[in-house]
């Protein structure tokens, strides 16, 4: 399961950051995308935490979807931090919270 998991995240995380730039070339601000992801992310966060009868049926399907959703978070925050950091090196030394949050999240959440 970890591994089909990890799999398709790798696989997604480039389509996502594509959509990603598509949307931008259309004039759609990824903040509202942000917004957007975000309300799937906590119901799909939910259903992971909440105990149910039969875990390992329940819960590979929001774990999966949490995952993909987490990378389309992760590439839409990034793509906002030019805007936010205008160097090089303020981006970088905002990177390491983020990734650090990004791993403990993961951790947590699998």
Known sequence: ???????????????????????????????????????????????????VANPTVWLFVPVIFLSLLQATLNLGFLSVYPSIFPTKEARAKAMVPQQGMVTLSLLMGM
């Open 1 to 51: 399961g970890w591994s089909l998991m990890c799999l398709g995240v790798a696989v997604a995380e480039p389509i996502i950051g594509i959509a990603i730039d598509e949307i931008r070339n259309r004039g759609i601000c990824v903040t509202q995308l942000l917004r957007f992801v975000m309300i799937p992310w906590v119901v799909l966060f939910y259903f992971i935490w909440r105990p």
